[in-house]
Every structure is written in C-alpha cells, then in structure tokens.
C-alpha cells in the first residue's frame, strides 16, 4: 500500500536528498517547474529527465533523457507523468535502484504502485511534496 500516514510521509521526506524529477519542464506555466524549485529551495538536490528538452538546463541543472543516464544514487523519482504512463517511469525507477517513487497529484496507477512495492521501494500516490512539505514542517534539507 502507498504510504498515507503522515508520521511515514514525514519521515519519507527528511531521508531524501537526492530526486530525479520526470516530466520536468523548462516552462514556468507547468507545475514541475515550480515544484522543482521549491524543491531546491528545500535543500534537496533535484535532476531534471524530460526527453523533448534533453540537454537543456532547468534550474541549473542539465535535464538527462532517461534515469538510467543519471549514473549517481536516486533516492526519490518524482513522477509528473499521466497516469497510464506512470508505469513505464516507475520500472525506470527500479531498475535505476531509487529508494521510493512520488506520483503526484492526479497521478493514480495502483499496478504501477504495486511493482515498485514488490521491488521494495516506498510509494506516494496522488500527492505533491510541495504541499506536504510545509504541512508537515519537514525541516530543510541539512538543517
């Protein structure tokens, strides 16, 4: 089952450095784009992958195409994807080996959720860390 209770969100949240952001966009109009920089803002260390802007740069950093390229340790995937294609971003994340995977908001795909607990990642589903962040006075990162 995804995670839900708040004390496990919470604590989700402070274990993560390191997320690779799917779908993240280089326009200010998309909701990626300002998660993302809130996410900094946080102090965690946040990699774009979007293939149409692959080597592009968002928020200072290079956008890969794939997680696979990433080649460092992925502790969350954040996935801004719909949902029927939210599968294919959540076996990407275990193969890559991150340590949980972030549907967000509208982003519901309990098959997709179901692999990535059998492969022993944590899952959130239909929720947005930007939110729970401060509702959950997750302290900054290095704090």
Request: charged share 25%; proline share 6%.
């Amino acid at each position: 089952m995804p995670l839900t209770r708040d004390e496990d969100i919470r604590q989700l949240l402070e274990e993560t450095r390191t997320i690779a952001m799917i779908g993240a966009s280089d326009r200010p109009d998309r909701p990626s784009y300002g998660v993302m920089a809130y996410l900094q803002s946080r102090g965690y260390r946040v990699i774009p992958v979007n293939p149409q802007i692959t080597g592009e740069h968002v928020h200072g950093e290079f956008v890969f195409r794939e997680l696979s390229q990433i080649g460092e340790p992925i502790d969350m995937v954040d996935i801004f994807r719909r949902p029927m294609a939210a599968g294919e971003a959540v076996d990407e994340a275990i193969a890559a080996g991150a340590k949980s995977v972030w549907l967000q908001i509208g982003v519901i795909n309990e098959e997709a959720a179901a692999r990535a607990e059998a492969a022993g990642l944590k899952v959130v589903m239909d929720r947005c860390p930007k939110i729970d962040i401060p509702r959950l006075g997750v302290a900054k990162v290095g704090d």
